[in-house]
């Protein structure tokens, strides 16, 4: 994936191989950054901003969601 990219929530789901709810809560918590383009685009994440959440997850609770290695 490029640098800047913006991933959807279907992309993240499958990278980190949880369900899209998972990720859209992570999202409505604010624990995972978003854009949100409106109409039927949904939510875009940038790579930089799912890479920082991950770096907290490893470093936080354990049971916040499965995060692949």
């Known amino acids: 994936m490029a640098e800047g990219r913006?991933?959807?929530v279907a992309?993240?789901?499958e990278l980190l191989q949880v369900?899209?709810?998972t990720v859209?809560?992570?999202i409505r918590e604010r624990k995972l950054a978003a854009h949100r383009?409106?109409?039927k685009a949904g939510y875009r994440i940038q790579r930089k901003d799912l890479e920082a959440f991950l770096a907290t997850t490893r470093e936080g609770d354990?049971?916040?969601?499965?995060?692949a290695a």
């Open 37 to 39: 383009f409106g109409g």
């Open 62 to 67: 354990p049971t916040e969601g499965k995060v």
């Open 6 to 8: 913006f991933l959807t």
């Open 19 to 21: 369900d899209e709810q």
């Open 11 to 13: 992309d993240v789901a």
């Open 24 to 26: 859209r809560r992570w």
